[in-house]
């Protein structure tokens, strides 16, 4: 056989292989009207435009490619559709690049035939009450981008295998009851810039090179168990804007190399058992910072640094610290006394401030009323 024709050959079979499944045999349309059929009467009523064996002719929510051969996309977010995944047939979808069924109200597991969808770049399955384990098999799909599984009742270990992603920039698990630690393999990303486990059970340290210190642009950790001291190489993350680390069990001072932060905007470190003096390296961070957050912790605040910080924040908490310096701070729970500082005029920027249970006298300076960005102030129990 000529060389022209085996090529030809060749092609002719990588064009039917992109194109299955194909709408037209009725297959796809059948696993979707199945899966609509479970779901619950108003859940039904809702997806009433799936009728006919073309969804991609106009069933809503449902999105082809250019030839309107293959489904591509299924976008079914703030449905409130009811039910489950376990007549969803993913081996018969195989072609799905996105698939969004974000806050619904669907329950049970997610399956672990989900590794047929091998094209698969976006994921969402938050603000469900999805349950069970996040299946192993999601590490499968080696295309994922955007992977929003946050706001589930999902538990166990978050799986090694995840970290494996490399195309992976967003990964949401916040918001389950995910326990154990945070997987070793998470130092392996290359392209992650939104990396969200917060309010979960997760334990153990911090990675010291979580996500990519040359990607990572968001890291929020707060509201689990971690224990340890902050990684001193999270001073190396470049494009890092937020880092809430709050409502732990982190241990150890504060450490310098969060200086090194240029372009940090959101610092969050209240309720741990960090110790020692708050870094004057910090105010590095002055020009850029709009929250700072140290609150119910062991360290001792310095007065200077911290009053050169608040200066362009939004909104700071330093409460339940032990304050050190010659002049009182805005800060709540520390025994403070004497007159409220003339200087807090000054801080323009400044959203929300917290005075309360203090032992301040005196009359509110005349200079407040240049807080012109103040939403909130506490200055009860004094």
Not at 15 to 23: K, N
Not at 103 to 111: E, S, Y
Not at 120 to 135: A, E, V, Y
Request: hydrophobic share 35%; glycine share 8%; charged share 15%.
């Amino acid at each position: 056989m000529k060389l022209s024709k085996i090529i030809l050959l060749f092609s002719n079979f990588i064009l039917l292989a992109d194109q299955q499944p194909e709408i037209g045999n009725n297959t796809v349309a059948q696993t979707l009207l199945n899966w609509r059929s479970s779901l619950d009467d108003e859940s039904s009523k809702l997806l009433s435009s799936w009728v006919g064996p073309d969804p991609c002719k106009s069933w809503v929510g449902i999105g082809c490619n250019k030839n309107n051969i293959t489904i591509t996309s299924i976008s079914l977010e703030n449905f409130n559709l009811q039910g489950n995944l376990d007549l969803f047939d993913f081996s018969t979808l195989s072609s799905l690049e996105s698939l969004n069924l974000g806050n619904n109200q669907l329950t049970g597991p997610i399956r672990s035939e989900i590794r047929y969808l091998r094209r698969l770049k976006d994921l969402n399955f938050s603000s469900n009450q999805l349950t069970g384990r996040i299946p192993l098999e999601l590490g499968e799909l080696r295309s994922l981008e955007n992977l929003d599984l946050g706001s589930n009742d999902l538990d166990g270990q978050i799986p090694i295998s995840l970290g494996h992603l490399a195309h992976l920039y967003f990964l949401d698990l916040q918001e389950n009851k995910l326990s154990g630690p945070i997987p070793s393999s998470f130092e392996n990303f290359t392209n992650i810039e939104y990396l969200y486990l917060q309010k979960n059970q997760l334990t153990g340290p911090i990675l010291p090179n979580i996500g990519n210190p040359r990607t990572l642009i968001d890291l929020r950790l707060y509201d689990n168990f971690l224990t340890g001291s902050i990684p001193g190489p999270i001073g190396n993350y470049t494009r890092l804007v937020s880092l809430y680390l709050h409502q732990n069990q982190l241990s150890g001072s504060i450490p310098i190399a969060l200086g090194k932060l240029k372009t940090l905007l959101d610092l969050a470190l209240s309720v741990n058992i960090l110790t020692g003096s708050f870094p004057e390296e910090l105010n590095n961070l002055t020009m850029k910072l709009e929250t700072l957050s140290l609150g119910s912790n062991r360290s001792r605040v310095i007065y200077r640094p911290i009053y050169a910080l608040v200066d362009r924040c939004f909104s700071s908490r330093f409460e339940g610290n032990q304050i050190t310096g010659n002049v009182t701070d805005a800060l709540s729970y520390n025994g403070l006394t004497g007159g409220l500082p003339q200087q807090f005029g000054g801080l323009k920027m400044l959203e929300t401030l917290n005075i309360s249970h203090n032992n301040f006298t005196g009359s509110i300076p005349t200079t407040f009323n240049g807080l012109f960005s103040l939403t909130m102030i506490d200055i009860s129990y004094n």
